[in-house]
């Protein structure tokens, strides 16, 4: 069974996200060994953090990040200059990893200030979620359920319409 990881930062702290991320990672188990692995967003003492502040924020976040990959997995990181994938070009990634014979995929969702360059680096896929701006939080529940609807559409169900 084909491992999916999603490492995320921070936490999901409202109540209604984390339902429905739970919900999917319920279904995803029919389908893939998934876990979510959630990391401390680098804290900044300052609102107005200068971007010497920042860098060195996502450079800790982004030490964690590749700390945390499975080895041998695909890195697909998640961010602005990404390729906007439907859900079935996400199928298709899915479907040419588990049959690759080395299966395992990671996605990674950045903390509010993006991801750390060495992690775009290192990414084999770099994606993105459209052109809108949403909040962390909802970004994890979205991207967990067009994993799960990937997953359904591999497997031929009607669940994608």
């Known amino acids: 069974m084909q491992n999916i990881d999603l490492i995320c930062l921070g936490k999901l702290n409202a109540p209604y996200f984390a339902a429905?991320?739970?919900e999917?990672?319920?279904?995803l188990s029919a389908f893939c060994n998934f876990r979510i692995i959630e990391l401390p967003e680098a804290s900044l003492a300052d609102k107005n953090a200068s971007e010497a502040?920042?860098?060195k924020a996502l450079q800790k976040e982004g030490k964690a990040i590749l700390s945390n990959l499975r080895k041998g997995?695909?890195?697909?990181?998640?961010c602005v200059e990404g390729k906007q994938f439907s859900s079935e070009e996400l199928a298709a990634l899915l479907a040419q990893r588990a049959n690759s014979g080395a299966g395992d995929i990671t996605f990674v969702i950045g903390s509010s200030h993006g991801l750390a360059p060495e992690v775009k680096q290192a990414a084999q896929a770099?994606?993105?979620m459209g052109r809108i701006t949403m909040p962390h939080q909802l970004a994890r529940l979205v991207l967990t359920e067009q994993i799960y609807r990937a997953c359904t559409i591999n497997a031929g169900m009607k669940y994608h319409k």
């Open 20 to 22: 429905g991320v739970a």
């Open 24 to 27: 999917y990672q319920k279904r």
């Open 53 to 55: 502040q920042i860098e």
């Open 73 to 78: 997995s695909y890195l697909a990181a998640l």
């Open 126 to 128: 770099k994606l993105s």
